[in-house]
């Protein structure tokens, strides 16, 4: 079918004015009168409906009117400019199809819903005003971050989702099989026969994509991943889900400057990218979900990000320790109320903070030179607190393999990785993006649920 | 550090020529004379490497020369253009910082490896000619994927990869659980109590994001997906992984028509984007990989499709069935001798199969009014078979309940999916694009194993 999307009329009012044009979408509210109506229509390709007018001239005139929220319709008519009216144009229909009715028992009528109910109905809430702008913002950070990163001739990895290796040991992991749960194959003395497994071995589904990636960067110099991450964490916050997205850029012959470099380059652009094309749902985020949100972005891109140690993060966090639940003191994690407190009261903007105590960090991360901390980054912002984590990497074979012999780390099970170590090391580090947080960020949604489109948290995977 | 890639030094000759300027690479030769020598650097970022030349003015000359291949090596020096030699330019090296050496036994010495050989290396495989050049097109192609879709407007979507529901049934699944195997949970009657496992119910990983793509469809018009599905096959084939990657639009207000101009639209906007921005990877497959691979795209590029009913493709097979180990009737489905015998032999070009019988295609196909076949429709192409399997979906309720009680489907498992046909109901169509056989396609690769980055079959998850 020609139809055209109401967000090309929009865009290029001009092209259509006057124009006889065919739209399809779904009737979002329908007011009659005795010979004519108005129909809002939306199709889901621009945040603004249209609308429509109609009247007795339909050979459908009665059936049009009595269309109810939720309808398909395509409509053929001309683009006549309103000048006096809010909106900028209107169709005037010489036909309206009805492709599908809409049953009464809609669950969307043009009233406000929470999005405790929305979450219920997940496969209807991408018709709402708040839901299409959340999700179209979600597909264009998606892309922005591709662009930015395919600009700078980067290689976008596929790091493998099933997974013989723990990684980090971050967090508990999901078991992937394919053995019969009621009748697990065991061997003689009781232990689980993996042997008759589907890998021939125990498999989880990742929890990073990182140890893969370095291998390639140490090939292709720059690269990055974008894909699911999965932890089966018993915690029902509105900040964690069991599946969401990473985004792990990887940068050889680089060092945690450059880190950050690359870091603070990519959220302004992200950033820039939504403003500019999505002023619409970002105009309605700052009015209706988040006030504020607007300036907050703004002044992330044109500000340069703080930057501040750990231990003078922790000096600058002690002053305030009536302020929190878990004291501050050198040595421990920061927590959310303490990266929240700096970025937000603090700096009153993202921040750095960098050189961990090793203690609280992976095993990858290189070793300063007071032998006390690593170069590890977190990148904090306001609203959210942690958005992005990451490291320059051990390149030192012995120090590497100290470390883990430390943590008690088999050797056997990092021998890809040592190897990266071994023929021609090159210094080089990275992060990881939580996907989801920088949707959240962007768009000022409150809760993790609401900015995946079938969120799985504990006990809950529907659809 | 203040790099640059040798991609920029290549892509804009002319900045650079007679200026200094400092590369971070690896050594993948060196030649020594008395006096002076050349390392060929790669870094990774293009496909050809960068000639070093060096002398004994350095003042680590002899470790200079000591090398080997695979070393870590950062290098200052003038571009100098060298118009008589086979390479546009050198680098007349100042400096060359050795980054990291080299082990001797570095498995990637300068001679021919069998793939079979560098599938077991496969952290170190994307370093040679080959696996830097498939790679980096994986990346292109992913890429070029999306700048498609978005530049159209598509609503890039993240469907679930961890279900509750099987989809359309489709080929063994993995199971998703964090119960302990060693002692599963039992109910009194000996089944499993999944209550006790994190999702309070079985779950899998998905095969398809089809069917919550419709439901996205329905609000935004037009949408994609591209994200991993998993099959549980024990096959041991050069053409299926247990993880690969799909894409899989899903337009509303669209008919069968509609969805193949958009598929081949989008594999000659995706050939024309490699052909563009990897003519050097290009010409290489073209050379040594796949020869004729380069003239097969062109003609891919500047014709159209053929088109044929699968009924009408099944009378010009049957013609040759003393050429197939399974003869063609109707009513069988298609197997890859076929599909590649119409597409190689009697087309010669990509070909759109469509409407095949009800029986062995899906559900959710929308049925024909001649109430034997279904509007589905295969996308063949030369060297591969099947690369898109599409199809209009049934959008009226009553046909499509029916149709799933003939199979057996139970109604409850598909609320949400008929909620779509009951509440403003879209004649809609789309399909699936396995990535992997997109790649192979594109790159003349044919060992699904080589083109993925960490591949999982049967009885294989290394790294």
Known sequence: MELTNIRDLFRNKEAYENKKITVGGWVRSIRNSKAFGFIVVNDGTFFEPLQVVFSETLSNFEEVQKLNVGAAVIVTGTLAPTPEAKQPFEIQAE????????????????????????????????????????????????????????????????TPLITGSDCEGAGEMFQVTTMDLKDVPKNADGSVDYSKDFFGKPTNLTVSGQLNGETYAMAFKNIYTFGPTFRAENSNTTRHAAEFWMIEPEIAFADLEDDMILAESMLKYVIRYVLENAPEEMNFFNSFVDKGLLDRLNNVVNNDFARVTYTEAVELLEKHNDKFNYKVSWGVDLQTEHERYLTEEIFKRPVFVTDYPKEIK?????????????????????????????SQREDDYEKLLARMQELGLKEEDYGFYLDLRKYGSARHAGFGLGFERCVMYLTGMSNIRDVIPFPRTVGNCEI
Chains 1, 2 share one sequence.
Do not use: W
């Open 95 to 158: 036909k309206v199809m009805i492709e599908g009715a809409s049953a009464p028992d809609y669950p969307l009528q043009k009233k406000r819903h929470t999005f405790e109910y929305l979450r219920t109905i997940s496969h209807l809430r991408p018709r709402t005003n708040t839901f299409e702008a959340v999700f179209r913002v979600r597909s264009m950070i998606a892309y922005a971050i591709h662009k930015f990163f395919q600009e700078r001739d980067f290689v976008y990895v596929h």
């Open 362 to 390: 992976a095993f990858y991360m290189k070793l300063n030179d007071d032998g006390k901390t690593v170069a590890a980054v977190d990148c904090l912002v306001p609203g959210i607190g942690e958005i992005i984590g990451g």
